[in-house]
């Protein structure tokens, strides 16, 4: 889980300094484009911390309950790996729904929507697993990753309405890729961190409805 961690934030890393890099070549050679206003987009980048509770919801889902289910509990591998392969199809079908939703109904809506879900999901989500029941694990797999697609689905176009069109590119790719760095590229060092010290998943629960309270 810390490998994993230390490569998301090095992808991370290495994925604002691209962006910055394209964003200063696109802009460069344009005369009449009036300065970036760093200022304007320190105070909007802010909008970056609706990514932080979906990401570390995901990390749990797909990447410490994998380990939960068969490091702690002892269930087999390949139960784990079907019932995220089946909350996977959910999420992937989820999304567009959301994102359709938010179309209709507004992105705050349905994004607060599924932070308020998450809450509610992390007081269930870790007894589904210890049931050790195949049918309520693959229920706390795919019930999480559809409680992610609500807030993933509007995300993107979310994000982007938050900068106006001059600073829109570096604005959103900014905001999207450092909070995905300190989300989802951290949570599973933390994940681990948390259970090793208070070998409790009541730690790890509660730092993932952090995560949704800030987001």
């Given at each position: 889980?810390?490998?994993?961690?230390q490569?998301?934030?090095d992808?991370?890393?290495?994925?604002?300094?691209?962006?910055?890099?394209?964003?200063?070549?696109?802009h460069?050679?344009?005369?009449?484009?009036?300065p970036?206003?760093?200022?304007?987009?320190?105070?909007?980048d802010?909008?970056?911390?609706?990514?932080?509770?979906?990401?570390?919801?995901?990390?749990?889902?797909?990447?410490?309950?994998?380990?939960?289910?068969?490091?702690?509990?002892?269930?087999?591998?390949?139960?784990?790996?079907?019932?995220?392969?089946?909350?996977?199809?959910?999420?992937?079908f989820?999304?567009p729904l959301?994102?359709?939703?938010?179309?209709?109904?507004?992105?705050?809506l349905?994004?607060g929507?599924?932070?308020?879900?998450?809450?509610?999901?992390?007081?269930?989500f870790f007894?589904?697993?210890?049931?050790e029941?195949?049918f309520?694990?693959?229920c706390?797999?795919?019930?999480?990753?559809?409680?992610?697609?609500m807030?993933?689905?509007?995300?993107a176009?979310?994000?982007?309405e938050?900068?106006?069109?001059?600073?829109?590119?570096?604005?959103?790719s900014?905001a999207?890729?450092?909070?995905?760095?300190?989300?989802?590229?951290?949570?599973?060092?933390?994940f681990?961190a948390?259970f090793?010290?208070?070998r409790?998943?009541?730690?790890v629960?509660i730092?993932v409805v952090?995560?949704?309270?800030?987001?």
């Amino acid at each position: 889980l810390v490998e994993c961690g230390q490569l998301a934030l090095d992808l991370g890393l290495a994925d604002v300094l691209l962006r910055l890099l394209v964003d200063h070549v696109h802009h460069g050679g344009d005369r009449d484009q009036p300065p970036c206003d760093p200022g304007g987009l320190a105070r909007d980048d802010r909008t970056g911390g609706v990514r932080l509770g979906p990401d570390v919801l995901y990390s749990l889902t797909a990447v410490f309950a994998l380990s939960y289910l068969t490091s702690m509990l002892g269930q087999s591998r390949t139960l784990a790996l079907i019932a995220l392969s089946i909350g996977g199809a959910c999420n992937a079908f989820a999304i567009p729904l959301f994102g359709g939703l938010s179309d209709r109904f507004g992105r705050r809506l349905v994004y607060g929507a599924g932070a308020a879900l998450g809450l509610v999901w992390m007081l269930v989500f870790f007894p589904l697993l210890d049931s050790e029941s195949a049918f309520l694990i693959t229920c706390a797999l795919a019930g999480a990753l559809i409680i992610h697609a609500m807030m993933y689905g509007p995300q993107a176009a979310f994000i982007a309405e938050q900068f106006p069109t001059r600073v829109r590119y570096a604005g959103a790719s900014l905001a999207y890729t450092l909070a995905g760095v300190i989300g989802g590229g951290v949570a599973p060092a933390i994940f681990a961190a948390l259970f090793k010290v208070y070998r409790s998943t009541a730690a790890v629960a509660i730092y993932v409805v952090i995560a949704l309270l800030i987001t």
